[in-house]
């Protein structure tokens, strides 16, 4: 594995980067295609896009989510557990990360406002 690599992509090339940065984009999250929002689609979209990331946070967690697999080879999955409960700390020169394994909320970001919400 290339863990090496990790702490000088996360030191340097992430959080001393300082033009603006893409964070967390991952075109891989989708929905069912039989699924359609029937009454508040912003609404009943975002709900189930939270219950689905607490269902596979909860995987993560205790270890029960499957791998990812390339044909018969098992991928790395190490930097799954701060995919939730990490938050980005502006500092000077470099930045910082706190992960918060214990964290049961979201936060819901819009126009202007941030909206704790428990999961």
């Known amino acids: 594995a290339l863990l090496f690599f990790n702490d000088y992509w996360r030191k340097t090339?992430?959080?001393g980067y300082r033009e603006s940065v893409v964070i967390n984009s991952n075109p891989c999250y989708s929905f069912e295609t039989t699924?359609?929002?029937?009454?508040?689609?912003?609404?009943?979209?975002?709900?189930?896009?939270?219950?689905g990331c607490a269902v596979?946070?909860?995987q993560?967690?205790?270890?029960?989510?499957?791998?990812?697999?390339?044909?018969?080879?098992?991928?790395?999955?190490?930097?799954?557990?701060s995919a939730f409960g990490?938050?980005?700390?502006?500092?000077?020169?470099?930045?910082?990360?706190q992960f918060n394994v214990e964290s049961k909320y979201?936060?819901?970001?819009?126009?202007?406002?941030?909206i704790p919400i428990m999961i």
Request: hydrophobic share 35%; glycine share 6%.
């Open 106 to 114: 979201a936060c819901l970001l819009r126009n202007g406002h941030v």
């Open 86 to 97: 990490t938050t980005r700390i502006a500092k000077q020169g470099v930045d910082e990360l």
């Open 13 to 15: 090339a992430y959080l």
């Open 35 to 51: 699924w359609v929002p029937q009454q508040n689609p912003q609404v009943e979209s975002a709900a189930r896009l939270l219950h």
């Open 56 to 58: 596979i946070s909860s």
């Open 60 to 81: 993560i967690q205790h270890g029960t989510l499957e791998p990812q697999m390339q044909g018969q080879e098992i991928q790395c999955s190490s930097q799954l557990v």
